[in-house]
């Protein structure tokens, strides 16, 4: 017999009255020999501690690498390329660059952490992600590579192009325009599936809309956030991601894996046919509590 939810909220709300050392005592005791609910309502309190003690040190990680990449000037090579501009800060800094290739000089985008970052496993996760697909949707890994201070870098191919809102936007496209680059969407991000690959941050600056000749393409860039695993297997990660696009059991923080990625095709299928985005929010802690 299914046990109706809302008897593992009343549980969980009052332990949570209790004081920490308190709580599992209270909750075993309060839960009459029932295991499963125990389980459950110490689940949800251990989300909650791991979500306060997150919250609390969010503030302070992102001062430190805001603080540091304010002082970092723009480097003129990063390995073999010549940085041309700086696209984008913060802890992972993405540069325009040039390679020099059989006399032919190519454009790429070169992404690099700070030094000691302690955001280094999103790049190795990204490395880790790209290296598994080969797909014309999706942007094509160039080479990796670590500098003398020990600092990471990932090199793409560059993607010159539009976010997919912003281009349907521009162009005028039609309703049968905006569905087609959806389907191409959805094939990239199939691919990536099945390479045991989710995205966890797909959304319209992470799908760029090319336009080679006549035609307009789909790129899907920044796997940062990925997580690797199985087809259909689930992962535990940080509940990270953009809040007007992200999955709800995502912005819960809880176990995510390919569905979260169609729910976030969803939400950027909305906003193309609506013309306004499924959700409007400052950050992940507003979502929640929507959800």
């Excluded at 940062?224 to 991601?241: A, K, P, R, Y």
């Excluded at 400052?282 to 509590?289: A, G, I, P, V």
């Amino acid at each position: 017999m299914t046990r109706p939810k809302w008897i593992t909220r009343t549980l969980f709300d009052a332990a949570m009255e209790k004081p920490l050392e308190q709580r599992q005592e209270f909750v075993e005791r309060e839960a009459l020999g029932d295991p499963r609910l125990v389980a459950s309502v110490m689940k949800l309190l251990a989300a909650d501690k791991r979500e306060k003690e997150k919250s609390q040190i969010e503030p302070i990680r992102e001062k430190i690498q805001v603080q540091l990449s304010s002082e970092e000037s723009v480097p003129k090579q990063i390995g073999p390329y010549r940085v041309l501009e700086r696209l984008k800060g913060g802890h992972k800094r993405v540069y325009l660059c040039e390679e020099q290739i059989e006399g032919e000089t190519r454009k790429v985008v070169v992404k690099r952490m700070l030094p000691r970052s302690i955001f280094s496993s999103e790049l190795e996760r990204e490395v880790g992600a790209l290296m598994r697909m080969k797909h014309s949707g999706i942007t094509a890994v160039l080479d990796a590579g670590r500098e003398a201070d020990d600092r990471g870098y990932l090199v793409t191919e560059y993607v010159e192009g539009l976010p997919i809102t912003v281009h349907c936007r521009k162009s005028r496209a039609s309703l049968v325009d905006r569905l087609q680059l959806v389907m191409e969407l959805c094939e990239a991000v199939a691919h990536a599936h099945q390479k045991g690959v989710v995205h966890r941050d797909l959304k319209p600056d992470n799908v760029l809309v090319a336009s080679p000749g006549a035609g307009a393409e789909i790129k899907v860039v920044d796997f940062g956030l990925s997580s690797l695993g199985g087809n259909h297997g689930s992962e535990e990660v940080e509940s990270t991601g953009t809040p007007n696009y992200v999955a709800p059991e995502q912005a819960m923080g809880k176990d995510v894996d390919t569905r979260a990625d169609v729910y976030s095709i969803g939400a950027i299928l909305s906003e193309l046919l609506c013309g306004a985005p499924l959700f409007e929010g400052e950050d992940l802690k507003e979502r929640r509590s929507l959800t």
